[in-house]
């Protein structure tokens, strides 16, 4: 049973482009949601969250987009930059405080110059 | 300031034996997580810990799988004994109180049992 899903393995966008990457979840006990990044032998790294009380919050060129309705999020990057290709990872959890997160599958971003 | 250490970075060794994986994490943070990486299940939660003090390992596969934090500096994932299934990339992290959803990852332990 998969509670957060990212039906998109893979992604390619040109640089300068948007990037949206997509992210579905099943459970609407969910109370915070985050997207991590995640290079090649290295591990994630935290990007940016979001609170099940907002719809959408911006840091920089990302932005989340939350629609409850829909049980939906989405990241959109942009401008793409080439040291966006990356792996990220959608990640949803019941408590801002627990810690205990249920990560997607992770979609490979790749952005082309 | 140093990130999340883990040690080794790559485990090879033979089903039947013992495995220990070894994470120091953030100096100041309090909650530390155990995650294991793969194809077919991707990145899951095995066990975090709060101030030492194991809170949810619901995520441990089964009794082959145990994990300490003897104290805030150190904590350690042994599997025994190991099984080819277990082969996987496994992460340890780290977070502080009130933000424990922004978690600090280590480089990985890449296992592989033969």
């Known amino acids: 049973d998969q509670q957060v899903k990212q039906n998109s393995p893979s992604l390619s966008v040109q640089e300068g482009r948007i990037s949206i990457l997509n992210c579905d979840y099943t459970n609407s006990m969910f109370d915070y949601f985050l997207w991590y990044k995640k290079y090649p032998a290295e591990g994630p790294t935290f990007l940016i969250s979001i609170s099940s009380i907002k719809d959408k919050n911006e840091d920089g060129r990302f932005t989340v987009f939350l629609n409850k309705s829909a049980k939906h999020l989405s990241l959109h990057i942009v401008p793409s930059q080439p040291g966006d290709s990356a792996v990220y990872f959608c990640?949803?959890?019941?408590?801002?405080?627990?810690?205990?997160?249920?990560f997607g599958q992770g979609t490979t971003l790749q952005v082309k110059p | 300031d140093a990130g999340v250490i883990q040690s080794p970075r790559h485990e090879v060794t033979e089903m039947g034996q013992e495995v220990t994986l070894r994470c120091k994490p953030i100096?100041?943070?309090?909650?530390l997580f155990w995650y294991r990486q793969t194809m077919m299940r991707g990145l899951e939660l095995l066990i975090y810990?709060?101030?030492?003090?194991?809170?949810?390992d619901s995520g441990m596969p089964e009794d082959r799988f145990s994990a300490k934090m003897p104290n805030a500096s150190f904590s350690t994932l042994k599997i025994q004994p190991s099984e080819p299934r277990d082969s996987a990339v496994y992460f340890c992290?780290?977070?502080?109180?009130?933000?424990?959803?922004?978690?600090?990852f280590g480089p990985g332990t890449r296992l592989t049992v033969t």
């Open positions: 992290a780290s977070s502080i109180s009130g933000r424990a959803y922004e978690q600090y």
């Open positions: 990640a949803a959890t019941f408590s801002s405080n627990t810690g205990k997160l249920i």
């Open positions: 100096s100041g943070h309090n909650s």
């Open positions: 810990f709060n101030n030492n003090v194991p809170i949810d």
